[in-house]
C-alpha cells in the first residue's frame, strides 16, 4: 500500500531554513509526480510546490526563490528545502502523490516560524 512519512519539521526563527523530507512506498516512485502542500490553521489545504519523475518542477508564487523542492529515484524520497522563512509560512505540510486516481497524503509534519 501506498506510505508517505514526513520528517524535519520544526521551530524555526524568521529568516531561517527547514529542510522537510518524505517517504515514500508502495509505488513505482520514479514514474510519479510528488507534491508538497501546506495548511494553516483556519485555512485550506494549499499547493506549494511538484516535482515530475524527469526532475521537472513547479512552485506557488508565494515560495518561488525561497523554497526548492528535489527528489531521489534510488531512495524513493522527496525533499523540501525551505530558506528565508517567513511567519506566514507556518503550518503542517503534507507529502502528496496522485496514484491510482487519488490522492495519497502523508500525516504531515508542523513547521513553525516565529521569533
Known amino acids: 500500500q501506498v506510505q508517505l512519512v514526513e520528517s524535519g519539521g520544526g521551530l524555526v526563527q524568521p529568516g531561517g531554513s527547514l529542510r522537510l523530507s518524505c517517504a515514500a512506498s508502495?509505488?513505482?516512485?520514479?514514474?510519479?509526480?510528488m507534491n508538497w502542500y501546506r495548511q494553516a490553521p483556519g485555512n485550506q489545504r494549499d499547493f506549494v510546490a511538484s516535482?515530475?519523475?524527469?526532475?521537472?518542477?513547479n512552485y506557488a508564487d508565494s515560495v518561488k526563490g525561497r523554497f526548492t523542492i528535489s527528489r531521489d529515484n534510488a531512495k524513493n524520497t522527496v525533499d523540501l528545502q525551505m530558506n528565508s522563512l517567513k511567519p506566514e509560512d507556518t503550518a503542517i505540510y503534507y507529502c502528496?502523490?496522485?496514484?491510482?486516481?487519488?490522492?495519497?497524503w502523508g500525516q504531515g509534519t508542523q513547521v513553525t516560524v516565529s521569533s
Open positions: 502528496n502523490v496522485r496514484y491510482s486516481n487519488r490522492p495519497y
Open positions: 508502495g509505488f513505482f516512485f520514479r514514474s510519479y509526480v
Open positions: 516535482i515530475t519523475g524527469n526532475f521537472n518542477t
